[in-house]
């Protein structure tokens, strides 16, 4: 990469954020009226076209205004992060109260995660990916049954954080209620106290050596019940704010969203991913730029990735939205998410 003038960072620097505000190619004279400087637009264009020659900036024909390239808003992004590594930045009040109060009322919540997501996507107004730590080591507290027939019974597990996995369970024959209802208790005296892994390990299999019915339904309950603690190593996946970028001139064209939406599909792929860009981060914050991404389904966006405790075990969080997305609102979003949940966990 060139070493850049001071007078061509500043115009670069007001192209990337004109095209964040309005999604449209900048002129020369756009960039005068922002710059409110004695330099002349003549002056100006004559920059814009070095710029565009050395790949920061594309002009997509003749006459028009030019949009920053991947390399463009690569150079902006890192000048703005110079300022978060040397901590000059200082994180709006409304955007830590806001984080604060959502983080406290999640605290015991059964959507906790949801609920982080939510909040991050509200913060930074784009797409927010939260992925949960794995609920391996977390114990479970209780089963509660609800039948809904004699073969269809709802299960419920409560787990220790307050967290509930819920899957509706079919039994292979009928099964009187009392019997269904005995089973839940006995399932219960068995799970209180047992971690995740050990419960998806097959510790309760066997729940009684004794034959009842009772211990019967007990079993055909838990061998069918056992996709509920399926990809708890892995932790809970929440997405949310896909409505944010919608109506954003990108998505004009089809194949941006077809791109997105295949890549929100699975929560395993959303997993696997997040996993191999958080292993390619630096100093804390990673942040990805069109091209630059690994990721051939998320080439046309872009995306800062994050890690965060929570109850002492580590999750992973992302930013997803246009190239021209607010980055610094994004940092903003991030960072009062992180600072928060150190100060109150």
Known sequence: MKTINARSLEILDAVVRLNIETGRAVSSGLVARLMNTSVSSATIRSEMKLLEDEGYLEQPHTSAGRFPTDLGYRVFVDRLRSGWALRTRVIPEDMCSEARRDLDRSVGHPDRIGIMARLLSRLTCNISIIVGPSLDHVRAQRVELYPRSSTRVLMVVILDNSQVRTGMVELPQAQPE??????????????????????RGGALEMVDLVRT?????????????????QDTE?????????????????????????????????????????????????????????????????????????RFDLDGRQ?????LGPRRMWYQRAFFGIDAMQQVMNITR
């Open 178 to 199: 009392r019997v269904i209802q005995k089973a839940g208790r006995l399932i219960t005296e068995r799970v209180a106290g047992r971690t995740v892994a050990e419960i």
């Open 213 to 229: 019915p009772v211990t019967q339904c007990a079993s055909l309950l838990m061998q069918q019940g056992k996709d509920l603690f």
């Open 234 to 306: 892995q932790g809970e996946v929440q997405l949310e704010g896909v409505a944010n970028v919608l109506e954003e001139p990108e998505f004009g064209n089809p194949e941006p969203l077809k791109a997105l939406l295949r890549f929100i599909e699975s929560p395993s792929a959303i997993r696997d991913a997040m996993g191999r860009l958080d292993g390619q981060s630096q100093d804390g914050i990673g942040v990805w730029i069109g091209q630059e991404n690994p990721l051939d389904e998320l080439r046309q966006f872009s995306m800062l990735t994050g």
């Open 315 to 319: 999750g992973m969080l992302a930013v």
